[in-house]
């Protein structure tokens, strides 16, 4: 890789108590030496001790920017196991951009998104599943999705993978050996001992690919979409739940015409809500995609809340409904009991088949009710949001599919009594697929288009 020397501001851009600007690369110490002034007179970064910190002032030119800590790690002891330096600075948006200006005019060049990261992985200190376990930890918005990260950079899915490696390298190894070598290695009985290791590898992967979209949910929250016919009270419910106004909310019927998504956590769990215009037959031809948008979020949910308006005689548009989520794990909201209502929670349970909770947009009653039934499905399993996960992403769900095809091929050839040396093809194509997730087995663009999901400065 280009042996240049990066750096970047590693810490939200906002006012805080303090900022980190990162360098890393072979000049690292001999650019923090031209921007650093120790009190202690004389004092060069390059001949001090790694894992030290040095207190001084960062100049430019003969103009004093800040005062700051300095901390040195020497290669490979570091994050990005090259030369590294970071500047801790005070917190201020104006100060933390003079300093990395004045770093980059001594010598280093811009940081690209996750290139830090990325130079862990190039130099080998962690493998690629644990670089993207990085910025899942980042951006991870609740508590299973945290602890699932850190699970990943421990090297809970390297550990698993480098193990169906390894059963695979074995199984085509004997083989080429055994052609190479006929008169001394045998391959009687070898074919059956193979297709038993390939199937314990085939279940294994299963689970895995069983698990990704329970990953999917970890990573971005439980898709819960909110259905009703116009004017029940969706917009209402989603701004109470988000606990801010974020939909418009109106007397006139069909005034959510696109659907409108928010980030909450109830009980540590995340869902990603969504609110969809009214289900409702209409000419109005923007208000007729809206519906069709509803229709096609219900589809893709793995969680629905159909808000019924209780103050008027369910119609043909609730009978739409009610169809749509018999086959949906859902929640029926009967709304405006601070109204007469028409129907009660045991006859809509009955016409539904699902829970139903009475609530009041309007006097806020009924949501804590609310949160209680989605934690209590979380906790059983009702939806299935399961914390034990390997993957959280498509591109180590499409390696994981890839590899488990070509197995199949492997024990099918087996089957057929085909030659053992037809088996390595797919053994190999296998390994391959499996060592893409770790990035053991690399390709340029694969590995860039990972990094560049990475925030700037990790």
């Known amino acids: ?19 980190v600007i990162r360098i890393s690369g072979p000049e690292a110490f001999e650019v923090a030496d031209r921007v650093f002034r120790s009190k202690k007179a004389g004092k060069r970064l390059c001949e001090q001790e790694t894992h030290t910190i040095h207190y001084g002032y960062i ?25 590294t330096v970071e500047i801790d600075c005070h917190g201020g948006v104006l100060v933390t951009k003079r300093i990395l200006e ?16 990325k130079r862990a992985f190039l130099n080998g200190r962690i493998d690629l599943s644990r670089a993207e376990a990085v910025m899942d930890l980042i951006q991870a918005k609740n508590e299973f999705a945290r602890k699932n990260a850190v699970s990943q950079l421990n090297g809970k899915l390297y550990f698993k993978i480098k193990d169906f490696r390894d059963m695979i390298l074995d199984g085509a190894a004997q083989i080429e050996a055994a052609l190479d070598d006929p008169e001394q290695i045998s391959l009687e009985g070898f074919c059956e001992k193979l297709d038993q290791d390939l199937d314990g590898i ?16 970890l990573a971005e929250g439980i898709r819960t979409v909110i259905l009703g016919r116009p004017n029940a009270g ?27 998504e928010e980030q909450i956590l109830l009980g540590g769990i995340g869902f990603r809500l969504v609110d969809t215009a009214g289900i ?50 859902a929640v029926v909201l009967l709304n405006k009991s601070d109204l007469p209502l028409y129907i009660s929670e045991e006859e809509l349970k009955e016409k539904t088949g699902k829970k139903v909770i009475t609530v009041s947009a309007k006097e806020f009653t009924g949501f804590k009710r609310l949160e209680n039934v989605l ?28 590899a488990r095809e070509s197995l199949q091929l492997v024990r099918e050839s087996i089957s057929q ?26 390709e340029d663009d694969m590995v860039d288009r990972v990094f560049s999901k990475f925030c700037m400065g990790k």
């Open 280 to 329: 409702r037959s209409t000419e109005d031809i923007v208000e007729k995609i809206g519906v069709s948008k509803a229709m096609e979020q219900a589809e893709n949910a793995d969680l629905i809340l159909y808000v019924v308006d209780g103050s008027m005689p369910l119609d043909e548009n609730d009978e739409q409904i009610i169809g749509m989520i018999q086959d949906k794990k």
């Open 102 to 117: 004045t770093v980059l005019e001594n010598g280093a060049s811009p940081a690209d998104p996750g290139e830090f990261t």
């Open 59 to 83: 100049f430019r030119n003969e103009e004093m920017i800040d005062e700051v800590l300095v901390l040195l790690m020497r290669g490979p002891k570091s994050y990005t196991a090259e030369d």
């Open 202 to 217: 085939c279940i294994g992967l299963d689970e895995m690919l069983a698990d990704a979209d329970n990953g999917r949910m």
């Open 375 to 402: 934690c209590e499905m979380f906790l059983h399993r009702e939806v299935q949001y399961n914390d034990e996960v390997w993957i959280t992403n498509i591109r180590q769900k499409e390696n994981l599919r890839h």
């Open 234 to 260: 969706k917009s209402s419910l989603l701004n109470l739940l988000a606990g801010q106004e974020r939909a418009i909310v109106t007397e006139i019927a069909g005034t959510t015409r696109d659907t409108l």
């Open 417 to 442: 009594n085909m030659p053992e040396d037809f088996l390595t093809i797919d053994l190999m194509n296998a390994y391959m697929e499996l060592g893409y997730i770790l990035g053991e087995e690399v």
């Open 1 to 19: 890789m280009e042996q240049r020397t990066i750096a970047a501001i590693a810490t939200a851009m906002s006012p805080g108590g303090i900022s």
